[in-house]
């Protein structure tokens, strides 16, 4: 158990609502990651933190902003959910980032967006 | 950033031996090379890592040539339970951890 919880774990809303997903660690590592995994897809990376603070962006950053106010707690945020959105959200960290350190996922959180 | 590519899918039988090849053309001198393995409905998980020649554990061996081009996870006897889905990744030169369209093994009786 690497001291990952994403919640919600499920969640179903409506096209144009905002909607806030959240990754708490209780390892106090530097490096969070979120990805989304769409069939076809594999995982992509939407944004990552190095630090408090400090975000940058991944591959498929587009309509998802991100926070990082504490070092537990890695926010992704869908401003105006669209149907595209509709995938499973992945949080993932890493006590070394993009080093060889190993990285521990979440459990997942499943968005429908109708 | 150092793509991978792997094969979509692989089918094998219990007891057998898989050998899932990657393909990583512009690897940086400082990158490592990690598999991970995914169950349905749940996060990846590490698997095994290395930087070159042979590394072993418990569950598996990574080959890694001299070139480093590419690299082969070998999965010895496989059971139903290997049913799953593999990714390599390279990592070191970069924060920024992008992951391939991994590779569909499955375990057949």
């Not at chain 1, 504490?70 to 959910?81: G, I, P, R, Y």
């Not at chain 2, 979509?8 to 991970?36: K, L, P």
Request: glycine residues 8%; hydrophobic residues 30%; neutral net charge.
């Amino acid at each position: 158990d690497a001291g990952i919880t994403q919640s919600p774990r499920h969640k179903v809303t409506e096209t144009g609502t905002p909607v806030t997903l959240r990754c708490h660690q209780t390892e106090n590592h530097r490096y969070m990651y979120w990805y989304r995994q769409d069939p076809g897809h594999g995982l992509r990376l939407i944004h990552y933190s190095y630090g408090v603070k400090d975000t940058d962006k991944g591959e498929v950053s587009d309509g998802y902003s991100v926070s990082r106010s504490k070092t537990e707690d890695f926010l992704l945020t869908l401003e105006s959910a669209t149907s595209s959105q509709t995938s499973v959200y992945f949080c993932a960290i890493s006590p070394q980032g993009g080093d060889t350190g190993e990285l521990f996922f979440g459990e997942g959180s499943r968005l429908t967006v109708l | 950033l150092a793509k991978t590519t792997q094969p979509i899918s692989m089918d094998s039988y219990e007891g057998q031996e898989v050998n899932i090849t990657c393909s990583h053309n512009n690897i940086a001198t400082n990158d490592y090379i990690t598999w991970y393995q995914q169950f349905p409905s749940q996060g990846p998980r590490f698997i095994i890592q290395g930087y070159k020649t042979k590394v072993t554990n418990e569950v598996a061996s990574l080959f890694i040539p001299a070139d480093r081009k590419s690299s082969t996870l070998s999965l010895p006897r496989v059971s139903l339970s290997d049913t799953a889905v593999y990714y390599c990744l390279a990592q070191g030169n970069t924060d920024k951890l992008i992951f391939g369209t991994g590779t569909r093994l499955q375990v057949f009786p």
